[in-house]
């Protein structure tokens, strides 16, 4: 070997050492910085180094953890999840954007055989949130869209066994008086996927599903949205608005402001009731929906 040679050798040498150690030195600076972190967080659970860099990225990374905010629409529900109440949010209906758009192309009818057998909009007392779907018990009930689980649970004075899923275009879909659930709260799904059998559980009159759509709690008709009779959406992309999808809710509110109940005293009847009302008796049975003009004491009756 000649001298020249030697000599660039050794500078070669020098060179692919020095960077070496570079590399070691700039490698160790962080796992060791992160362990130090993390003993003085969790001191009882001494966290080996070589581990650390693990550990970090299987947190970042883990799917199942509530608590980095992995819920489909978050920014939109502000990240709220909560499993206990059917509409936790309490949105109003004004603060929405006057249309918004929803990618509705996965959809699967929720269940593959019944009839409409009750719309959506008021009944006697109260308001019917959905659509009632008439079918035997025990048939699959499936997601409507892709999503997650938010609630799993039963009421038994309203909508029996129910589920609620958060869907990731934005909606929130209920599936009430089922017989069976099948899933559990968390469970990551696809549209189709299936939550239950149909029944007839809680305030029921007979086998049937119960199916609502919903944005940010507030309920619309889900009419407006899917042609039950193709059992196909409207449109893959379909624009909610204001008007077209919660303009009952003004309506609404206008009805209760107009509306005047009476409560029943001893000795009273119908006849009595419009006369001091100055209504007659077959306005007031077709207010309240009566065949016969008998009432109860402490009733309460509309008489406006």
Not at 32 to 44: I, L, S, T, V
Not at 79 to 93: A, Q
Not at 104 to 122: A, L, Q
Request: charged share 20%.
């Amino acid at each position: 070997m000649t001298f020249k040679h030697l000599i660039l050798t050794t500078l070669v040498s020098i060179i692919a050492i020095n960077t070496v150690n570079a590399q070691v030195v700039k490698v160790q600076a962080a796992p060791g910085n992160m362990k130090m972190a993390a003993q003085k967080a969790f001191p009882a659970r001494n966290i080996p180094t070589a581990d650390t860099t693990n550990i970090y990225n299987e947190m970042l990374n883990d799917e199942t953890d509530d608590l980095m905010e992995n819920h489909p629409a978050g920014d939109l529900y502000n990240d709220i999840w909560s499993s206990e109440k059917l509409n936790p949010y309490k949105v109003s209906i004004n603060s929405l954007p006057d249309s918004i758009q929803i990618d509705c192309s996965d959809f699967t009818m929720p269940v593959s055989t019944g009839r409409v057998s009750s719309k959506f909009g008021p009944r006697r007392y109260r308001y019917h949130y959905g659509i009632d779907i008439a079918l035997p018990s025990g048939n699959d009930v499936v997601s409507s869209f892709a999503g997650k689980i938010r609630v799993v649970d039963y009421e038994p004075g309203g909508y029996g066994n129910y589920v609620v899923v958060r869907h990731d275009n934005g909606l929130e879909t209920v599936y009430a008086h089922l017989s069976a659930v099948t899933c559990k709260v968390n469970d990551r799904i696809k549209a189709g996927d299936k939550l239950g059998l149909s029944g007839n559980t809680g305030r029921s009159t007979g086998p049937h599903l119960h199916f609502e759509t919903r944005y940010i709690g507030n309920a619309f008709n889900p009419s407006s949205l899917i042609n039950f009779d193709s059992k196909q959406v409207y449109a893959h992309n379909y624009t909610l608005t204001k008007r077209k999808n919660f303009g009952y809710q003004q309506h609404k509110a206008n009805t209760v402001q107009l509306a005047k109940y009476y409560k029943v005293r001893k000795g009273d009847n119908l006849s009595v009731i419009a006369s001091r009302n100055g209504t007659t008796v077959n306005k007031l049975k077709k207010l309240n929906g009566f065949k016969s003009s008998k009432v109860k004491y402490g009733q309460r009756i509309k008489i406006r």
